[in-house]
């Protein structure tokens, strides 16, 4: 089991998905996880039951997927290894734990893209984006970076961060 952590716009879905492709196992979108289990979007979570109950129901999942140990690829949401003991139950579990590490000009770039799709920057205007990433990575640093793998993503391409996840094997 390989655990994918980092900021958002770092690779873990897209990277994890090919990833599990080509190791011929499951891959596992964190986020899309706790959403099947609750029968609701992390927005509406938000929206209806607050951060705190997400926060709960989140390291409870995190714990249930990987004491059941699956054979597969994950992509937590960014902020999961942050909150509560989520980083200790990682480094504690049998999983590769791994940080997709990517500066905050790449983040930015990649997020302006995608910004739309995503609640949590998508009310932002542009030109807030690059320093709401700066503050919001300075704050999840501390966890991400006791990930006993980091990658640096920045000038690698997908098929490239595969290839060193794989490397893992």
């Known amino acids: 089991m390989i655990v994918l952590l980092g900021y958002m716009g770092s690779g873990k879905s897209t990277a994890g998905k090919e990833l599990a492709e ?5 891959f596992i979108d964190f986020d899309d996880f706790i959403e099947e289990k609750e029968q609701k979007t992390i927005t509406e979570i938000f929206q209806q039951k ?8 989140e390291r409870m ?4 997927l990987l004491q ?3 054979n597969a690829v994950i992509a937590l949401g960014g902020g999961t290894p942050c909150f509560g003991d989520n980083m200790q139950l990682l480094l504690e579990s049998d999983a ?3 940080y997709l590490k990517a500066k905050i000009d790449t ?3 990649r997020l ?4 739309s799709h995503r609640p949590i920057i998508s009310h932002l205007p542009d030109s807030d984006l690059e320093e709401f990433v700066r503050k919001h990575l300075f704050e999840r640093n501390f966890f991400y970076l006791q ?6 993503v920045d000038e690698l391409s997908t098929e490239e961060v595969v290839a060193r996840l794989r490397a893992l094997m």
């Open 22 to 26: 080509l190791l011929k196992v499951q």
């Open 107 to 109: 983040l930015t770039k």
């Open 147 to 152: 990930a006993p793998v980091k990658i640096d």
């Open 61 to 64: 999942y995190l714990q249930e």
């Open 96 to 98: 590769k734990v791994v």
């Open 50 to 57: 607050g951060e705190v109950y997400f926060r709960k129901k």
């Open 68 to 70: 059941s140990k699956p």
């Open 112 to 115: 302006m893209a995608g910004k």
